[in-house]
């Protein structure tokens, strides 16, 4: 019964499906707004990267089958890639903004829908939650990396901070330890997403626009950095006793 409702991640609606979405996302984009081949070829490159990280998380974590939730995280993750591959086309020709904002609109809602669906399914994974935290993640990237543009680099520490998080564990293993959960890492991860698209949208004023940018770069190191407090408090225990997971950090 624990298999009901999930898919074969090489199969049916899994990851080859969801390539195959992207590739004719891809080619719808070139169609209707000209989407350069350079720009497509980089969001198919992240549609290959996804799969094969995926595919190594699956395996790492004895995990044979993507649930339902999962899939919702897996499409959100693709729209991702053609949102990165808008981004590659603004800096190199020119900014699709409505198509860029209406494609973050939509990754957002989904963002909002795969934890229920995981709820009400009885699918929920540590797997899942890890997948979720990581389509999140790169989705604030991209999104950084094209309000940078006009913004300014500093922008791109909203983007790149979960990696360097990341990173750090890899140096220090206190700082790869399990992290309890949190309510409030997914209200700064929404604000995060939320911001960045309006931002993106181009809507506000450069000041109201850089301000809001500023709220929600401190109310990502104010949650980052309570977890590195936290961890640092414990990392004397962690050394005695190496966490066997960890919990997908964003923020």
Do not use: N
Not at 11 to 39: E, M, N
Not at 53 to 69: D, E, I, K, Q, V
Not at 193 to 216: E, K, N, S, T
């Amino acid at each position: 019964m624990r298999d009901l409702g999930r898919v074969s991640v090489a199969s049916g609606p899994g990851l080859a499906g969801a390539l195959a979405g992207l590739a004719a996302l891809l080619a719808v984009l070139a169609a209707t707004i000209g989407l350069g081949t350079p720009a497509a070829a980089l969001g198919l490159a992240c549609g290959v990267g996804l799969a094969g990280a995926l595919r190594h998380g699956l395996a790492a974590s004895g995990t044979a089958r993507l649930g339902p939730a999962d899939l919702v995280t897996l499409t959100r993750a693709a729209l991702a890639c053609g949102i990165a591959a808008l981004v590659a086309d603004a800096y190199l020709r020119h900014p699709a903004v409505p198509t860029l904002v209406t494609l973050t609109v939509v990754a957002l809602v989904l963002d909002a829908v795969d934890g229920r669906v995981a709820r009400q399914s009885g699918t929920a994974s540590a797997f899942g939650a890890r997948f979720d935290g990581e389509a999140d993640a790169f989705l604030i990237l991209v999104l950084s990396v094209y309000i940078a543009r006009e913004a300014g680099a500093w922008v791109l520490a909203i983007g790149t901070v979960r990696y360097v998080f990341g990173a750090a564990g890899w140096l220090w293993p206190w700082m790869g330890c399990t992290l309890p959960f949190r309510d409030w890492r997914k209200v700064v991860t929404a604000v995060q997403g939320i911001v960045l698209c309006v931002a993106a949208a181009d809507v506000l004023p450069d000041g109201v626009r850089d301000l809001a940018l500023v709220v929600a770069l401190a109310l990502l190191a104010e949650s980052f950095g309570r977890d590195v407090v936290w961890l640092w408090l414990r990392r004397a225990h962690a050394r005695e006793r190496p966490a066997e997971s960890t919990e997908a950090r964003l923020p």
